[in-house]
């Protein structure tokens, strides 16, 4: 991961950007909805799985490549990011406003429980 972090990091967040970006844009255009529902519905739609990428390069054999390891390393901390993104959700669906100290608050007790 020290590698690749960089590269990683820049993968996870164009991987995590991008498509809720487009979704959030999308489910507002497309289906009428307001920002609130556009936004849960991006962010329960951008998750991936480490599982399935591990998988899929393992049975490549590309585990061990730079590449593999870029992709591995973008799918850990696009799941990092997603720890982030839950509290967000959280605190919006609570108080229709993000509360920076309970989103601190939420990925806190993630991290350590």
């Known amino acids: 991961m020290i590698a690749v972090g960089l590269q990683a990091?820049?993968?996870?967040?164009?991987?995590?950007?991008?498509?809720f970006t487009a979704i959030t844009a999308g489910l507002m255009l497309l289906f009428g909805l307001s920002a609130a529902p556009?936004?849960?519905?991006?962010?329960?739609l951008t998750a991936?799985?480490?599982g399935i990428n591990s998988k899929?390069?393992?049975?490549?054999?590309?585990?061990?490549s730079k590449e593999g390891q870029?992709?591995?390393g973008a799918a850990v901390i696009d799941d990092v990011l997603g720890i982030i993104v839950l509290p967000v959700m959280a605190s919006l669906?609570?108080?229709?406003?993000?509360d920076l100290g309970n989103v601190v608050y939420l990925i806190l007790v993630r991290i350590l429980w």
């Open 38 to 44: 556009a936004i849960f519905g991006a962010a329960g």
């Open 70 to 72: 870029i992709i591995l």
């Open 93 to 98: 669906a609570k108080d229709r406003a993000v």
């Open 56 to 64: 899929v390069l393992s049975e490549l054999g590309s585990l061990s």
């Open 48 to 50: 991936t799985s480490i």
């Open 9 to 19: 990091a820049v993968v996870a967040v164009i991987v995590v950007v991008v498509p």
